[in-house]
């Protein structure tokens, strides 16, 4: 997502770049030679994004060698889907970005990009939102989970 809002917003100042992609695209070695450096460019940006996203909005940190079973699982999952909804706040935001930048690029089109911007903004808005409640359920589980006296199968309650 970041790759294409960046394509998309470079795409307003470099007008010839969308007619250089196309002919890269239809040359018979042009999926051998970019697959895979765009797949590892992609995944360095996204874990960038997440890492961007993640220093300034994390609520804090939980340890997860307190949670055992369920519960462990269930933090994981938070913490997982917090990390991409982070990570999609940057993609979001650049193709709003992006949206915004080509309204001068195409005049003609100028009520549908800005819809699209205003969009995509309110969705990076929802992302990082979300984002945050999810880390906040993940440190609310850590903390219930993690308060609890553990006890040992077999041991006397005495």
């Known amino acids: 997502m970041c790759l294409t809002a960046l394509f ?23 999926s051998g030679m970019v697959t895979v450096p765009i797949l590892v460019v992609a995944y360095v940006v996204g874990l960038l994004a997440i890492a961007l996203v993640e220093r300034f909005t994390v609520p804090g940190s939980s340890e997860l060698d307190a ?4 519960a462990a699982q269930r933090f994981s999952q938070l913490e997982q889907e917090a990390e991409v909804l982070s990570g ?13 930048l080509n309204v001068w690029a195409f005049p003609g089109w100028t009520r549908t990009l800005m819809i699209g911007g205003v969009v995509f903004l309110a969705m990076a808005v929802g992302a990082w939102r979300i ?16 308060s609890r006296p553990r006890t040992r199968l077999g041991s006397d309650a005495s």
């Open 67 to 70: 949670l055992q079973g369920l």
């Open 88 to 100: 999609s706040v940057i993609g979001f935001f650049l193709l709003a970005t992006a949206a915004f």
């Open 131 to 146: 984002s945050r409640d999810k880390h906040q359920a993940a440190a609310n589980l850590a903390t219930r989970t993690g």
């Open 8 to 30: 998309f917003g470079a795409s307003v100042f470099a007008t010839n770049l969308p007619a250089l992609a196309d002919f890269i695209a239809v040359s018979t070695t042009w």
